[in-house]
């Protein structure tokens, strides 16, 4: 690959620290100068600063723990952003196979970065495997239920005021036992947070849908789901 399809190619290879390794296996020079997480973590310094973006969509572009902690960085001290969709990637270092060693360190770094953040409204989380991986398919210990990085909102949805809704969909969590641990975080009102409520139905493929909404905003998409 030469020119800037090149370089564009090489710098997406730095978003993730697994997909660095790959991609320098391929004897592409670009990918295997970057460092892990060079790509997020040049976006998180310039979340810093920015001041126009509202919506950054980085839906299945590798994201894994150490790159959503550099991310967070950035979105703690961001005043702009009100959409971040991290949907299909490995937050928790876990692959939809099971493969990896789970770490909420990225989770937990964006729960504190939530805690100060006062312009994040919609967060998306769909299949990060952030509990682990819970399919009948996978068995041992890569089959264990994690909750570190589910209970690590818990501080963020008490503190912060601004986020409106969090899509936790596909991540196994109401159908292998979590449900309580949701439950705590809808009730973050009683901690002093913000009321919010479940949003849970099966969909096509029988698809169990897990997204908290705050009491107002949850009220609105349940009668617009009935129209």
């Known amino acids: 690959r030469t020119g800037p399809s090149a370089e564009a190619y090489a710098y997406r290879a730095g978003f993730g620290m697994l997909t660095a390794k790959r991609e320098s296996r391929d004897d592409d020079a670009g990918a295997a100068r970057l460092p892990p997480n ?8 310039a ?11 980085l839906s299945e572009s590798h994201v894994e723990a150490q790159g959503l902690r550099a991310l967070s960085e950035g979105l703690r001290r961001n005043a702009a952003l009100t959409e971040l969709k991290l949907a299909r990637n490995e937050v928790c270092d876990v692959s939809p ?11 937990l770094a964006l729960g504190d970065a939530l805690r100060v953040n006062a312009t994040l409204q919609r967060l998306d989380l769909q299949r990060n495997q952030l509990c682990g991986v819970t399919a009948p398919w996978v068995v041992g210990e890569r089959g264990k239920f994690v909750s570190l990085a ?30 309580p641990i949701v439950a705590e ?5 009683g901690y002093g947070g913000a009321d919010f409520r479940l949003s849970e139905r099966l ?6 849908y897990c997204i908290l909404r705050r009491a107002a905003w949850y009220q609105q998409a349940q009668a617009a789901s009935k129209e």
């Open 97 to 107: 196979q099971g493969w990896g060693s789970h770490s909420a360190d990225g989770v």
């Open 47 to 57: 979340l810093k600063k920015n001041t126009g973006l509202t919506s950054i969509n």
């Open 203 to 208: 969909g096509k493929a029988k698809r169990h």
């Open 185 to 189: 975080l809808s009730a973050a009102r």
């Open 150 to 179: 589910l209970l690590a909102f818990r501080p963020a949805l008490t503190h912060n005021e601004a986020l409106r809704e969090l899509n936790l969909t596909d991540n196994g969590i109401l159908e292998a036992g979590g449900r």
């Open 38 to 45: 060079a790509g997020l973590a040049a976006l998180g310094e």
